[in-house]
């Protein structure tokens, strides 16, 4: 299969990011300008960007957080003066930190140039403070070793919390009675979970305000943060091609579909407590849905584009239980080898109810997505890891192939494959070569990996640069919040009071048979049952 050629660089003479900057003509809205404005700034002023990173001998600050640290480094990213401080109980000399952060950081496969030197200068500037979560005076400590390598710069100071939830707001409290810039700002990375449910997500909210503003706090929503995710306003609202077609008038349904193919273990502690409602539904896919429906917004700075995903997800019809599947894996043999089933993991009780997977179909009450069904699905230990977006078309008026030649036309379908192996596919009804008239179902392709020779950033890249950088398009506000958590609140609580029982589902399958009802209830089939690739 022949693929268009990439398009070339622009070349030097055209108006560039730089040239703008420099001549003063810099939009704010404009994402890739605003980054380099701000390197271009920070290095300018003689300011320095100390970001620490609470629980630092976590899983998460080991696995996302410091690889994706060093990626920034490695692509200049950084501000010129940055200092990177992990924070934890656990004692550690400097030493001991950078080894532990040197085993997870790996080189762009498509820049290997100077690894081991880049490798090498970024984690000299790494550094180790052992200290309590609610400890004033250990917090001051910190600020004191802060202050020593800030030097006497104007200091901005980003936290990056990366600990259980229940120890947040003792954090928070810390580090901005204790350990705030006194001349810069200071900004806070909350990672998920934000509350269980609407109750205690406020209070979590107004804990944390009772010492940041609003525009301190960062949420963070990794998806937000994916390649996939951030291009789809740029395919809605850059093509003339799809908005038009972006309605009830010409789609059928939508449909969000997460899967992964290995289970909760090691996690089951945290899982049980969550399920996959609150773990990805709640989050991850409902963001992407409002992102997907959202209306125009109008510009494309943060406050404008979270306007419009507020309003989307209040015109979200409340969600009833017969509209939701649950279900949770079991124990499985495949291959001789014995998968374990969920409650087969010791920090999870043996009678749990907790959802591994669930399925819902949400409809939105608004004049542009009235009647359409949004059909989710999520689901932990399946037989496969993915996550994307398919958007079924209506059928053709009149079906004239159907009238002429007896044929039955596929309706298009639109593919959204945020991963793996990033794609967007239409599926098309075409003419097979030939004297003959014979029609098959082929698709228009974008694969990213054959089309872009950059390799793609992890979404905490994407992510941390902004908060260094203020930009808040791809955090989530608190309404944005309290919106996501009334429509999931009333099912959860009527799910745990009424002890629905999950369906059981082998590791390894495709989830519970009762999701297939629940699309066929509103005419649609789950659009990833097939063994397609993106190759037509
Ligand atoms: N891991 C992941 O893939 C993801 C994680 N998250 C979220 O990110 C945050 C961090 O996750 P993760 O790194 O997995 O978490 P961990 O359980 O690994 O905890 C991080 C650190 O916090 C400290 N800690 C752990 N439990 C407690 C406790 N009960 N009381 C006080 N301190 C504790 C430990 O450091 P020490 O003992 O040294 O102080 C630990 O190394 C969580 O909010 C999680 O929900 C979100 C998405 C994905
Ligand atoms: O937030 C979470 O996301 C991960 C999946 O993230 P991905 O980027 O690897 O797709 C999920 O495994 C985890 O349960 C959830 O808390």
């Not at 810099?26 to 990173?53: G, M, Q, Y």
């Not at 036309?409 to 494959?417: A, H, Y």
Request: aromatic letters at 10%; one cysteine or more.
């Amino acid at each position: 299969m022949e693929f268009p050629s990439a398009t070339k660089a622009a070349p030097a003479t055209e108006e560039t990011p730089l040239n703008k900057i420099k001549d003063g003509i810099l939009s704010k809205s404009s994402h890739l300008e605003v980054r380099d404005a701000v390197n271009f700034d920070t290095n300018t002023k003689e300011s320095t960007v100390s970001i620490t990173v609470v629980g630092a001998s976590g899983d998460l600050a080991k696995k996302k957080i410091f690889p994706a640290l060093f990626a920034l480094y490695y692509e200049d990213c950084l501000p010129k003066h940055f200092t990177i401080f992990g924070y934890a109980r656990t004692k550690m000399t400097d030493a001991e930190l950078r080894i532990m952060v040197s085993k997870t950081l790996t080189c762009r496969i498509d820049k290997r140039e100077n690894c081991n030197d880049k490798m090498e200068e970024f984690l000299q500037r790494c550094f180790y403070h052992s200290g309590q979560y609610d400890s004033e005076e250990h917090f001051m400590a910190l600020d004191k070793t802060l202050k020593e390598h800030e030097a006497g710069k104007q200091s901005n100071r980003l936290f990056y919390l990366s600990i259980p939830p229940n120890i947040f707001v003792n954090v928070v409290k810390c580090a901005c009675t204790s350990a705030s810039s006194a001349n810069g700002w200071t900004r806070v990375i909350v990672e998920k979970p934000f509350g269980r449910d609407s109750e205690s997500s406020a209070t979590l909210t107004r804990s944390l305000k009772q010492y940041l503003e609003e525009d301190q706090i960062f949420r963070i929503d990794h998806y937000l943060g994916k390649e996939l995710v951030e291009n789809l306003s740029v395919l809605r609202f850059s093509n003339l091609i799809f908005e038009p077609q972006w309605s009830r008038q010409y789609i059928r349904n939508v449909q969000l579909i997460f899967s992964e193919d290995f289970g909760t273990e090691g996690r089951g502690g945290y899982f049980d407590n969550y399920g996959i409602i609150r773990d990805v539904m709640q989050n991850h896919l409902l963001q992407i849905l409002a992102l997907f429906a959202m209306e125009t917004p109008v510009s494309l700075d943060a406050e404008d584009i979270r306007n419009e995903k507020v309003k989307l997800l209040r015109s979200i019809r409340p969600l009833q239980l017969e509209d939701v599947v649950i279900g949770q894996y079991k124990s499985h043999t495949k291959g001789g080898v014995k998968y374990p089933g969920y409650i087969d993991d010791k920090t999870v009780p043996r009678d749990s109810l907790t959802p591994t997977f669930a399925a819902a179909a949400l409809f939105i009450d608004n004049a542009r997505w009235d009647g359409v069904p949004f059909l989710m699905k999520a689901g932990k230990a399946l037989h496969a890891r993915g996550a994307e977006i398919r958007v079924q078309f209506r059928h053709v008026p009149g079906n004239l192939y159907k009238r002429s030649y007896g044929m039955n036309l596929e309706t298009n379908e639109l593919v959204i494959r945020l991963q793996p192996d990033e794609a967007i596919y239409l599926k098309i009804n075409n003419k097979v070569p030939g004297l003959g008239m014979k029609l098959d179902r082929s698709n228009l392709i974008l694969h990213y990996a054959t089309r872009y020779s950059k390799e793609i950033p992890d979404a905490y890249e994407r992510l941390l640069l902004d908060a260094i950088e203020g930009e808040r398009r791809l955090f989530i506000r608190s309404d944005e919040l309290d919106a996501a958590w009334s429509l999931f609140t009333p099912l959860l609580k009527e799910l745990e009071e009424k002890k629905v029982v999950p369906e059981l589902y082998p590791y390894g399958s495709r989830g519970p048979v009762r999701s297939h009802y629940l699309a066929a209830k509103y005419n649609v089939r789950w659009g990833d049952l097939g063994t397609e690739s993106h190759q037509a």
